[in-house]
C-alpha cells in the first residue's frame, strides 16, 4: 500500500521528526523492507512502536516542523493501526523514493481542491516580507486603523472558533505547522531584524497579525467567536489585506509602524492617537 511520510535529511541520514529515529543513510535505506519487531497493535496507544506514515492529507502534521524535512514515498505492509487521518502506523515499511519538492506542492495543491479550508497554504503561507508590491498610503493607514480596532479580539477568537469547527481533524496539526513556518517566515525575520529589545515590545501584535493570517485560511468559518460581525465576513480581513499588501503592523503600546520588504524596513510610523484621527 502506498503512503507518505516525513523524514528528516540530516547530512545524508533520514532521521523521524518525533521521535528521531535513526533509519541510517538514504542510499543504504532506499528499497530495503524494514519490519518493527515490537510493533504495538494497540489502538488506545496513539504515539507506541511501529512505522507512521499517511496520505497526503495527513502530511501537515510533520511537514513544516524541521526546514530540514522531506516528503518519502513508501509502501507499507502488515499489521497497522489507524489512528486518524494524521496519525497511522504499520508493521512493515520500505521507503521507495524522496519526492522533489515541486512534487510535494503539486500533490497538496491538487489535495486542496477536495477540502473546505485552505490547505495548500497552510503548508506554504505567503511572506508578506518577500511581496515586491507599491501600496497607497492612505489604504494602508485606514486598514491599519481597522486592524487595531479588533486585534484584541483575534488570539481568542481564532482559535477557539477554527478550534470548535475542526479542532479534533484539523487544528491540533494545522495550528503548529503554520504557527512554525510563519515564525520561520515572518517572526524570525522581524526580530532579526529590529533586535530583541524592541522584538520583547512587539511581538505580541506580530503574532496577533499572524493569527489574522490563519484565518484566511478557514473561509467556511461564518461565525467568529467573541467579536460583532456580519455573518460571512471575516472581521480580521483588515490584517489580511495588509498581509497581502506586504505590510506588517507592529505596536509597541504607543506607536504602530508598518514594516515592508526582506529588511522590513519602516515605512510608516504612527502613534495610536494619530491613528485613530485617520478619515474611514
Not at 234 to 241: A, H
Amino acid at each position: 500500500m502506498k503512503k507518505y511520510k516525513v523524514l528528516r535529511l540530516v547530512n545524508g541520514k533520514l532521521i523521524s521528526p518525533h521521535r528521531d529515529y535513526n533509519y541510517g543513510k538514504l542510499e543504504d535505506v532506499l528499497g530495503k523492507k524494514l519490519v518493527c519487531e515490537d510493533f504495538d497493535d494497540d489502538a488506545y496507544n496513539d504515539c507506541s512502536d511501529g512505522f507512521y506514515a499517511t496520505d497526503i492529507d495527513g502530511l501537515i502534521y510533520s511537514l513544516n516542523i524541521y526546514k530540514d524535512n522531506r516528503v518519502f514515498e513508501v509502501e507499507v505492509g502488515g499489521r497497522s493501526v489507524i489512528y486518524n487521518k494524521y496519525k497511522q502506523r504499520f508493521e512493515e515499511q520500505a521507503i521507495i523514493r524522496m519526492l522533489p519538492k515541486s512534487e510535494v506542492r503539486k500533490l497538496i495543491k491538487e489535495q486542496s481542491k477536495t477540502m473546505d479550508w485552505d490547505y495548500y497554504h497552510a503548508y506554504y503561507p505567503v511572506n508578506p516580507l518577500k511581496l515586491n508590491k507599491l501600496f497607497n498610503r492612505e489604504k494602508a493607514l485606514k486598514l491599519l486603523k481597522e486592524w487595531d480596532s479588533v486585534r484584541g479580539s483575534v488570539m481568542w477568537s481564532v482559535e477557539d472558533s477554527v478550534g470548535g469547527s475542526v479542532w479534533d481533524s484539523v487544528w491540533l496539526s494545522v495550528g503548529d505547522s503554520v504557527r512554525t513556518y510563519l515564525g520561520w517566515s515572518v517572526c524570525c525575520s522581524m526580530r532579526c531584524l529590529v533586535g530583541d529589545f524592541v522584538w520583547c515590545s512587539v511581538r505580541n501584535s506580530v503574532w496577533d497579525f499572524a493569527r489574522a493570517y490563519v484565518s484566511s485560511l478557514f473561509p467556511n468559518i461564518k461565525k467568529w467567536k467573541y467579536i460583532k460581525h456580519k455573518e460571512g465576513v471575516n472581521p480580521f480581513q483588515s490584517g489580511i489585506d495588509l498581509w497581502h499588501m506586504g505590510l506588517v503592523p507592529s505596536f509597541d503600546g504607543k506607536v504602530w509602524r508598518l514594516h515592508k520588504g526582506k529588511k522590513a524596513k519602516v515605512v510608516i510610523k504612527i502613534t495610536r492617537e494619530e491613528l485613530r484621527e485617520v478619515k474611514e
